[in-house]
Structure formats: C-alpha cells, structure tokens
C-alpha cells in the first residue's frame, strides 16, 4: 500500500527537483556515488531504491539489469528519457518500500543514494529490503544522516521537524538504523565530516 502522504509531497518536490539539485549536490558528490555504483554485478539482480527524476542513472556502469523503485509517479515521469538512454535494462517501478511487491530473497543487491533522510519509518524501510534480499546478499548506500558532534548535533535535531516537511529529516541515525535492521554493517566511510557517508552492509 502506497503511502500517499509522502506521495504526494515527492510529486509536488519532482516539479523543481533537477533544477534544485543536478549543479549543486548532484555534480559535489558525483564521484563518490560513482565509486558506490561501480560496485554493481553483471549477472546480479540489482535493486535500486529511490530512482526519482533519474540523476543517479549516468553514475550507473552499462549493460545490467536493474530494477529501480520510487514512491513517486511524477518523479519517474521526469526520469523516462534517462531511463530509455541508460545502456543495459533498466525497468522503473513505482512502489513503497514499506510494501514491496517482490517475493522474498528476489534481489543479490540493492542501492540507495540519499534516500533513507526522507523514508517515513526507516526501521521498517530497512527490514523490507532485508527480506527481498538473498542471504549474504548486499546493502550499499550513500546517506546524508545527522551528526555526533556538537553543535551540528544540536542545529540538525533543531532543524529536522522543517525539514522533513518539504524534504528530508536532518538527523537520522542511518547507520545505526543498518544494525538494527539485519544486516551486518561492512563499511562506513565518511566522505564530509560524519553527515555525508557511505555504508556496506550484508544480509545476515
């Protein structure tokens, strides 16, 4: 069941999306996502979580098979081009990651890039593709969560009830969120202080 509340606040965001993010964010963080993606197997199933006007596409390697889902119809109506250009067989669906429609133990990987800031309940966002992924199957992601250091700490947890609202929360514990999900964390990186990261995960 789709959750239509945060459906529609993505369809009213997918509007002013590229414009908003493809020269700022999107171009900083480029080879980072890129570096995450390339961990993409030929021969895998792969799932990609939070699609949205397709950005994240260029960043993919060719010739794979990947499913990708997004909570939002507008939003993949502004990724069809992109969709139709990636080099490989790339299938978007709209879906919520509360309620995947795939059977369990479906996927060998999955994907996110700055999805689990704005996922409602991320606990059971995480517990959901926990059970769609095979066992010893793969989480990569590449979160912005809240910091441990004050005072960003403080401004971040001040900050998020506004944000959430039009985007996402500013202070989520991703990683933590990882463990206590079922997955056995792999990696953590930190590409800009502790807020920016990337984390590897497997499905125990």
């Known amino acids: 069941m789709i959750d239509s ?13 590229d414009l908003m993010m493809a020269k700022g964010a999107e171009r900083r963080w480029m080879p980072t996502k890129r570096n995450v993606f390339s961990k993409m197997e030929k021969d895998k199933k792969i799932l990609f979580m939070a699609l949205g006007t397709g950005l994240d596409i260029e960043l993919f390697p060719p010739n794979l098979e990947i499913t990708a889902i997004d909570i939002s119809p507008k939003m993949l109506e502004h990724a069809e081009d992109r969709i139709a250009a990636y080099e490989g067989n790339l299938k978007a669906l709209i879906m919520d990651v509360h309620d995947l429609e795939f059977e369990d133990n ?3 990987q999955v994907f996110t890039a700055c999805t689990f800031c704005s996922v409602p309940d991320p606990i059971n966002g995480l517990k959901s593709l926990r059970r769609i992924l095979k066992p010893g199957g793969e989480l990569h992601m590449f979160e912005h969560m809240g910091s441990i250091h004050f005072p960003m700490n403080v401004m971040m947890k001040a900050m998020s009830p506004l944000s959430s609202l039009i985007g996402p929360a500013m202070d989520r ?29 497997i499905a125990e």
Not at 5 to 17: C, E
Not at 181 to 186: P, T, Y
């Open 5 to 17: 509340k945060t459906q529609n606040k993505w369809n009213r965001f997918s509007f002013g999306y």
């Open 106 to 108: 479906s996927f060998d």
């Open 173 to 201: 514990d991703t990683v933590g969120n990882v463990k206590k999900s079922g997955f056995k964390i792999v990696r953590v990186e930190n590409i800009y202080m502790d807020v920016v990261r990337t984390i590897s995960a």
